[in-house]
């Protein structure tokens, strides 16, 4: 069970603060335990049953997400190709729900990718998606971190610049 003042990632509402647990502020549900969760870029407040279905767990730590980062040169788009809206769609949407960061690398380069190779826009699909991907991405990383969600992209650059700097210098 998780306590209140931890942060996790709670299904696609991305990462949330856990507010406090116990019995929640409406009627009928007294005997039943549930999470305030105060999702971190959002105003409102989720109340979810302790034992609820719905995918939870902790964020990653500080040394997860540098690994991570670190990593992200390595990751390898998908080749995953389909001129259906809707098998784009189940794609990404399942990328989505493995809720593990270096899917959602993999879908964010994917996009960019995509656009690369086409020399155009990419659909709205893809679009949509990629943000999202990057939205969850990016919040995660941020509380790992302990930075502003706006920092994370400059952040990454920084780093991922900085090792192919520190490599060519060592070769």
Same mark, same amino acid.
């Given at each position: 069970?998780?306590?209140?003042?931890?942060?996790?990632?709670?299904?696609?509402?991305?990462?949330?603060?856990?507010?406090?647990?116990?019995?929640?502020?409406?009627?009928?549900?007294?005997?039943?335990?549930?999470? $305030?969760?105060?999702?971190?870029?959002?105003?409102?407040? /989720?109340? /979810?049953?302790?034992?609820?279905? #719905?995918?939870?767990?902790?964020? /990653?730590?500080? #040394?997860?997400?540098?690994?991570?980062?670190?990593?992200?040169?390595?990751?390898?788009?998908?080749?995953?190709?389909?001129?259906?809206?809707?098998?784009? $769609?189940?794609?990404?949407?399942?990328?989505?729900?493995?809720?593990?960061?270096?899917?959602?690398?993999?879908?964010?380069?994917?996009?960019?990718?995509?656009?690369?190779?086409?020399?155009?826009?990419?659909?709205q699909i893809d679009q949509r998606y990629r943000k999202r991907a990057e939205e969850l991405l990016h919040g995660e990383l941020a509380v790992a971190l302990g930075i502003?969600?706006?920092?994370?992209?400059?952040? /990454?650059?920084?780093?991922?610049?900085?090792?192919?700097?520190? $490599?060519?210098? $060592?070769?």
């Amino acid at each position: 069970m998780y306590q209140a003042g931890e942060f996790i990632v709670y299904g696609t509402s991305g990462v949330c603060r856990v507010e406090s647990v116990g019995a929640p502020p409406f009627a009928g549900e007294e005997d039943k335990l549930y999470y $305030t969760l105060a999702p971190v870029s959002g105003s409102e407040t /989720i109340y /979810i049953p302790v034992d609820s279905s #719905v995918f939870m767990r902790p964020v /990653i730590s500080r #040394v997860q997400a540098q690994r991570l980062i670190d990593s992200i040169p390595s990751i390898e788009e998908d080749h995953f190709t389909s001129h259906s809206l809707r098998m784009s $769609t189940e794609h990404y949407q399942a990328a989505l729900q493995t809720h593990d960061c270096r899917d959602l690398v993999q879908l964010i380069k994917t996009v960019y990718a995509k656009a690369r190779r086409s020399g155009r826009r990419v659909s709205q699909i893809d679009q949509r998606y990629r943000k999202r991907a990057e939205e969850l991405l990016h919040g995660e990383l941020a509380v790992a971190l302990g930075i502003p969600v706006g920092e994370v992209p400059a952040y /990454i650059s920084r780093s991922i610049s900085g090792k192919g700097a520190k $490599t060519a210098k $060592t070769q």
